[in-house]
């Protein structure tokens, strides 16, 4: 997963034009809300979903690299972007594994709880003011996960499958991304993009290395998924360049509320496949953490007037 790799976007947005923009967000939503289904499949033919995320990422990293050169010189320079490296590639391989094994609704909307998270490493490492309106998006996100997570049978509201724990760190890493993007924004577009693949193929094969102690099995059967493979590493990389097109041309705050249609995308296709079941607290708790996003947009907005 990826996300804006600009910050400049009301300096450039173009409010004549702002369909293409829009439809290059839907398109990278679209990507990230459908995308459990092919990792479920090459799962299926013998590719663990962290195995998929490292070549899917290498092979992207590779083909930026060879486009760009300057870019792989600049990652090797920049301990910084190091940050981003690591903060990326969790981001892809918790989503990725969560949704290729848990419910993918509740796995997406445990993810989202990033309002509440963003709102943590700003202030920590943007030096941004606690305002009133981050702690009210705040305590909707929170409220959201709190209804999800709440046992049935009473309890604790903590996670109790591996799925929940791997969208809560997906959304915890992506949060970081997010914000050391904003915190970079001077620097090459084309090493940042360099640095979010990279991040996908080291995280992701060590995280593989390292399960297969605990039952992450070395892939199999190449002949069944390789092409998938390749198709997944050029749909990522267009994905993660519409989103920098739409991002760079459209306000933040429109950002915010057009990426929040991951959530429809990914609950539509999990119900229509029977990957996911929509419970009423399941229901309630999106609509909560929606909303936060949705708030997150809205105030973006006003103050971008």
């Keep these: 997963m990826s996300a804006p790799a600009s910050s400049s976007s009301a300096r450039s947005a173009s409010p004549r034009s702002p369909l293409l923009p829009v439809l290059a967000l839907l398109f990278n939503a679209f990507t990230w809300g459908v995308s459990w289904w092919p990792f479920r499949h090459m799962q299926a033919q013998g590719l663990h979903p962290l195995w998929a995320t490292a070549l899917i990422y290498l092979l992207a990293a590779i083909g930026l690299a060879a486009w760009r050169p300057a870019a792989l010189r600049a990652l090797g320079r920049t301990p910084v972007l190091w940050v981003l490296v690591l903060a990326s590639g969790s981001t892809n391989a918790a989503f990725n594994w969560g949704v290729a094994i848990g ?11 990033m309002p509440l998270w963003a709102l943590l490493f700003a202030r920590w490492l943007l030096h941004e003011p606690l305002r009133p309106g981050a702690l009210l998006r705040a305590a909707l996100a929170l409220a959201g996960a709190l209804v999800i997570l709440w046992p049935a049978d009473g309890g604790w509201p903590l996670p109790r499958q ?50 297969a102690t ?37 306000r933040a705050g429109t950002t915010a509320v057009v990426m929040v249609s991951e959530v429809l995308f990914a609950s539509a296709s999990a119900m229509w496949l029977g990957a996911a079941t929509l419970e009423p607290r399941t229901g309630w708790g999106g609509a909560l953490i929606a909303a936060a996003a949705l708030l997150a947009g809205w105030q973006e907005g006003r103050r971008g007037r």
């Excluded at 419910?103 to 709880?113: A, C, E, K, N």
């Excluded at 892939?219 to 092409?227: C, F």
Aim: glycine content about 12%.
């Design 214 to 250: 605990a039952g992450v099995p070395a892939p199999a059967h190449a002949g069944a998924w390789a092409t998938l493979v390749v198709a997944m590493a050029a749909w990522f990389a267009a994905s993660n360049l519409a989103l920098q097109y739409g991002a760079a041309r459209l």
């Design 103 to 113: 419910d993918v609704v509740r796995v997406v909307l445990l993810f989202y709880l």
């Design 162 to 211: 591996p799925a929940d724990w791997l969208g809560l760190v997906g959304g915890v890493a992506f949060a970081l991304n997010n914000t050391m993007l904003r915190r970079e924004a001077q620097r090459d577009a084309a090493a940042r993009a360099l640095a979010m693949f990279t991040g996908g193929a080291l995280i992701g094969g060590a995280t593989a290395l390292a399960g």
